[in-house]
């Protein structure tokens, strides 16, 4: 075949056309990263810089009342109510992922990939809203009717979130199971333990970090779940002394009271606090999923 | 004495016959190699032994093994049979946890707690298997650290905490460099007055170098089993004899 | 044998939390069909909202919806498919490379209000546009490059090696390799992974909340001028989603019949999530298969 010089000089910068188009597009993650972290903090950082609050008083105060002539915002019932939430959720959705994905992979594969893995993906896919209305026009009547108080309420969060984050927990925690290689569960067999055992003492201690993963995932979304929760804990702006109370989180009150202030005011510089609060703490779940994955074995 | 009988033994992949009429019997305290070339059966053969292939779907055995003249399909528990017929697999398979717990995980499951005697059964089995010297003062780094030659005598090792009569090899040394071949090889030869071996290998040397009987493989089926000089020096079939002078396969 | 009465016991217990989420699942996705039964019809679905009146419909929020989406994937598609080929064909390992990997982990971790309020301040307020469809579709752009990326690079990562060495052997270039062999590949998985983003995309609220806008002037479908506030052309007028109204409904709505506005508008929304599921299980398969020769 003769060789068309001009073809070649055009088939060369198309090349070099090409790494520059698909190279710009992974810099422009890089750029939004950092304009998100940026814009938000900009705004965030004017409670304590313009409005003079302390960050003690911020993060430590049980007191928010930003709509008076001297406001005050303490962020402590919000910041408390997220962990609750978040954590009970996970306690309870944590367990049952991990035991639903060691059903997946280790007890019936036929029936994990069949009937399992689809509906958790359809799990997944449902939309937080609905989570939310379900939550509110089923599961708050409920305990309303039968636990006392209004159902608006710490255990309606809770349940809410249980629901949302086992389809996270347990597709990730399958994934690190299913990376286990085969030939360490056929050497548990081959020394005569059951299969209980195998999952007990070889397949979940391999597994660990990618379980640990899964976890911190699950709390990382529930941390950051807004109008399911919202929806569900009754927004009063207290720490919960019981499951019945009504409560709020750091995504409720961004959720509610964004559109009712004045971009500038003390209340509005606070909400931005909050939304870089929990820039900070995604941030940080992501940093300890990176110090756990480094330390899987099988990757 | 028989230690292992084997009798009309087919085994199905699905469809796909796999094992054909298989005959066999293992002599206790002998060392029995397998050979013959890749997929003829040999691998497939030894996980009937165990009930390794239980753990894969659709397999279908019919035919009696007999393990100390039991049917090990109907008249021996699993888990009991596991515990009885130890495996070394080809690839050196560890644990990810530590060199001590690796071999102590057998004696464990089996409900041993006592540390004393723990300590005392890793130190026995790592002893066996010719490793204890070289990882008594890194018992407790990860297995995942030693060697593959290393690995795969801590495998050796994890089989003879559990105390098994019968210890299958499958090609242990496939994966090894020749100076881990040879410390494997000398370890068969001194285990063999404890246990009874079957060792798969497609080395020829290796089959010639540390069995007292051969058996050769050929898809599927035993074309030929007897003691190791006559098999080698003298096959009666000429397929075996096309095959050990490397004239096929 | 006390280990096997405790393997026997694990295993009915794996049994049973796995056929209680399944049970669970399938009473989830009845009820909510089974309550929003009676709006399920052409009438609630194409006609718009009333106000403080019994019997309006979802029509331009649906249409919203549908719209928003379809400019997302227009914007986010393109470029995280660029995103993924980089990472996939030419990043090397090195301080960049994992600090692309680390943005696209924190985006992708990043709860979607705070990125609702990020859209807030660039998009709605810095460019003046308002609670606009445009800006909707801009946030929306940043929760979805992360997966985009990432769904493409994995898709492409699964290509094996031996279809680039047959392109390189046969003299073409880097990127046309890329484009004419790898991309192609790939592709049964990149769309996949399209709709079932496009699956969350569609369900997605507090990302939209303070940029699409919680209200929806009404549309005159006749009207194709893109400047006209009534054209469903104009990407600057305010877009109310299903997902955002289901949400409004319940916080503030004032019809009388609110409860089963918000049921028929939870029944649509998820049924067009399955939709969105069973399609790209479908579509992944039949792709497959489609190139692979089995038919």
Not at chain 1, 189 to 196: D, E, K, N, P
Not at chain 3, 13 to 26: E, G, K
Not at chain 3, 289 to 295: A, L
Request: charged share 15%; glycine share 8%; net charge positive.
């Amino acid at each position: 075949m003769t060789i068309d010089r001009k073809y070649e000089m055009a088939r060369k910068r198309q090349d070099m056309a090409g790494k520059v188009i698909v190279f710009t597009s992974a810099i422009l993650l890089i750029i939004l990263v950092i304009s998100l972290f940026y814009f938000v903090a900009s705004k965030g950082l004017s409670t304590f810089v313009k409005d003079r609050i302390s960050l003690k008083e911020f993060l430590l105060s049980t007191v928010w009342s930003p709509d008076r002539d001297i406001p005050a915002v303490g962020a402590l019932p919000f910041i408390l109510g997220s962990i609750f939430v978040s954590v009970f959720a996970i306690m309870i959705s944590g367990p049952l992922g991990v035991s639903s994905a060691i059903f997946m992979v280790e007890i019936s594969k036929k029936l994990g990939q069949k009937i399992l893995q689809p509906a958790i993906e359809i799990f997944v896919g449902i939309p937080s809203v609905v989570y939310g209305w379900l939550g509110l026009s089923v599961l708050v009547p409920f305990i309303g009717k039968h636990f006392g108080g209004l159902g608006f309420s710490l255990l309606a969060g809770i349940l809410v979130l249980t629901i949302m984050t086992l389809p996270t927990i347990t597709s990730v925690s399958a994934d690190a199971i299913r990376s286990l290689p085969i030939e360490i569960r056929e050497a548990s067999y081959a020394l005569g333990a059951t299969r209980w055992q195998t999952i007990r003492h070889v397949i979940i201690p391999a597994a660990k970090s990618g379980i640990l993963t899964a976890i911190v995932l699950g709390l990382a979304r529930a941390f950051g779940e807004a109008l399911a929760v919202q929806m569900v804990i009754g927004n009063r702006p207290v720490i919960p002394k019981s499951f019945l109370e009504p409560m709020s989180t750091i995504t409720s009150i961004i959720t509610m009271d964004m559109g009712n202030t004045v971009m500038g005011s003390v209340w509005n510089d606070a909400l931005w606090s909050l939304a870089l609060l929990l820039l900070l703490i995604s941030f940080t779940f992501i940093i300890i999923i990176r110090l756990v994955g480094r330390r899987g074995m099988y990757k | 004495m028989k230690k292992i009988e084997v009798k009309d033994l087919d085994l199905f992949y699905g469809d796909v016959q796999a094992l054909k009429n298989v005959n066999l019997s293992v002599e206790a305290n002998s060392v029995l190699a397998l050979i013959g070339p890749s997929g003829c059966g040999k691998s497939t053969f030894i996980r009937t032994l165990n009930r390794m292939n239980d753990l894969i779907e659709g397999v279908k055995i019919n035919g009696t093994v007999l393990l100390d003249g039991q049917d090990v399909y109907k008249e021996v528990d699993v888990i009991e049979l596991r515990k009885r017929v130890g495996m070394v697999f080809q690839k050196p398979n560890p644990f990810p946890m530590t060199v001590y717990d690796n071999v102590a995980y057998g004696p464990r499951i089996h409900g041993i707690k006592d540390k004393k005697k723990l300590n005392e059964m890793v130190e026995k089995s790592l002893k066996a298997a010719a490793l204890w010297d070289e990882v008594k003062d890194r018992l407790h780094k990860s297995a995942l650290s030693l060697s593959g030659g290393q690995q795969q005598r801590l495998c050796i090792a994890r089989t003879l905490a559990v105390e098994p009569e019968v210890i299958l090899m499958d090609e242990p040394t496939s994966a090894l460099d020749p100076i881990s071949t040879m410390k494997i090889e000398e370890l068969i030869e001194e285990l063999k007055n404890k246990y009874t071996i079957i060792v798969v290998t497609h080395n020829m040397q290796q089959a010639g170098r540390v069995s007292d009987y051969t058996a050769f493989f050929l898809n599927g089926e035993v074309i030929e089993c007897g003691p190791t000089d006559q098999v080698f020096y003298n096959p009666k079939d000429k397929r075996t004899e096309d095959y050990i002078t490397g004239r096929f396969g | 044998m006390k280990s096997k009465l405790y393997d026997k016991i694990a295993t009915i217990y794996f049994y049973v939390v796995a056929t209680l989420l399944i049970v669970f699942l399938i009473s989830l996705i009845s009820y909510i069909l089974y309550q929003g039964r009676t709006r399920l019809n052409i009438d609630f679905l194409t006609s718009p909202p009333k106000f403080m009146e019994v019997g309006g419909g979802i029509g331009p929020q649906l249409f919203n919806s549908i719209e928003l989406l379809i400019i997302t994937l227009i914007i986010s598609v393109p470029i995280g498919l660029g995103a993924g080929i980089y990472m996939a064909e030419y990043a090397k390992p090195g301080l960049l490379t994992e600090i692309i990997r680390l943005s696209v982990e924190t985006l992708s971790s990043m709860p979607s209000i705070v990125v609702g309020l990020f859209g807030l301040l660039v998009f709605v307020t810095m460019t003046g546009w308002g609670y606009s469809l445009i800006a909707g579709a801009l946030t929306l752009t940043v929760l979805n490059l992360p997966v985009m990326t990432r769904v493409s690079e994995d898709s492409i990562n699964s290509v094996p090696n031996s279809l680039r060495e047959a392109s390189y052997a046969l003299g073409a270039t880097k990127w046309q390799t890329i484009v004419k062999v790898v991309v192609p590949a790939a592709m049964p998985g990149i769309i996949t992974g399209i709709i079932l983003t496009a699956g969350r995309i569609f369900g997605e609220a507090a990302a939209l909340l303070y940029t699409a806008g919680m209200s929806s002037p009404a549309l005159n479908f006749s009207n194709f001028n893109p400047a006209s506030p009534t054209s469903p052309l104009n990407l600057f007028r305010p877009a109310e989603t299903l997902a955002v109204y289901i949400w409004k409904v319940n916080s503030e709505g004032l019809a009388p019949d609110a409860r089963q506005i918000a049921d028929g508008a939870s029944a649509v929304l998820l049924l067009m999530v399955l939709i969105f599921n069973l399609l790209a299980r479908w579509l992944g398969s039949s792709l497959y298969k489609r190139m692979t020769g089995e038919r």
